[in-house]
């Protein structure tokens, strides 16, 4: 079975005349000739659907996989034209198409997690800018031209360009622009263990305020003056002894406290 040749205008150069292939079509029912004249129709359309894949070439994936998400929005829109609404099936086929593709970008191409809303400010700055660079020939368009352009806030427009970043990410190993060697890996900090010495002191704050002034110049002199306990036995006047048991006896006051406060 032949599908006829064009005899009317279409939009496309090589669109086929598939009117009477569709009507047909419908009225078929589940089984093998049904399948293959459905088949014929998607290669008949086939050119058209790669024609618009080829829109989206260089946003990260490849031509041949935007081919196949073509050929599937194709598929679904053969299985899915009803031509006993009066409308064209190019008219179907376009948009479907085309929807299968930005489906595609939205649920699988980015490698970040970006809001709807998000990606649609991205798509209208993207858009803006390919508009706004036939206007301003040798230069990229400022934030504001893009803005009034796209009819939005500079705010937005920022936020649209950062999310332009968003298809791919950065290898950790990759060089940063204008060093010498130095990967994004690098400029990763590590555990700060003076971060569990600033959880310390605060917990222990209130505590070391109930203690009596003497303990807690000892235990000032000792553990934030550096001192020995016999400079601090002879600065305070009592035996090193003495400093000694003091210091044993806040330590396990302190430790007790904290203990139960932490119970």
Not at 14 to 40: H, I, M, Q, V, Y
Not at 135 to 157: D, K, M, N
Not at 233 to 250: K, Y
Request: glycine fraction near 8%; hydrophobic fraction near 40%.
């Amino acid at each position: 079975m032949r599908i006829a040749g064009r005899t009317k205008p279409h939009p496309h150069d090589d669109a086929p005349d598939t009117d009477d292939a569709f009507a047909r079509l419908s009225r078929l029912p589940e089984g093998p000739r049904r399948k293959a004249l459905r088949d014929e129709l998607v290669e008949a359309w086939l050119p058209m659907a790669e024609r618009i894949a080829v829109r989206f070439k260089g946003r990260g994936e490849s031509l041949e996989d935007l081919y196949q998400v073509a050929a599937l929005g194709l598929v679904k829109a053969v299985d899915h034209y009803d031509p006993a609404r009066g409308r064209a099936f190019e008219a179907y086929a376009v948009p479907t198409v085309t929807g299968e593709i930005k489906r595609h970008f939205r649920d699988h191409m980015w490698t970040l997690h970006v809001p709807r809303r998000v990606q649609d400010l991205r798509n209208r700055v993207r858009r803006s800018m390919k508009e706004l660079a036939q206007t301003t020939p040798g230069r990229a368009p400022t934030v504001a031209e893009i803005a009034e352009h796209a009819q939005l806030s500079e705010g937005e427009v920022r936020t649209g360009l950062e999310a332009l970043e968003c298809f791919t990410a950065l290898s950790l190993d990759a060089e940063m622009p204008g060093t010498d060697g130095y990967a994004l890996a690098d400029a990763l900090g590590g555990p700060d263990p003076s971060i569990d010495v600033v959880v310390d002191r605060v917990a222990a704050g209130p505590v070391l305020k109930s203690l009596p002034e003497r303990e807690r110049t000892i235990l000032y002199l000792r553990f934030f003056g550096g001192m020995t306990q016999s400079h601090i036995a002879q600065q305070l006047g009592i035996s090193q002894m003495h400093v000694s048991r003091l210091l044993s006896g806040c330590c396990a006051r302190l430790r007790e406290e904290l203990v139960t406060e932490a119970r």
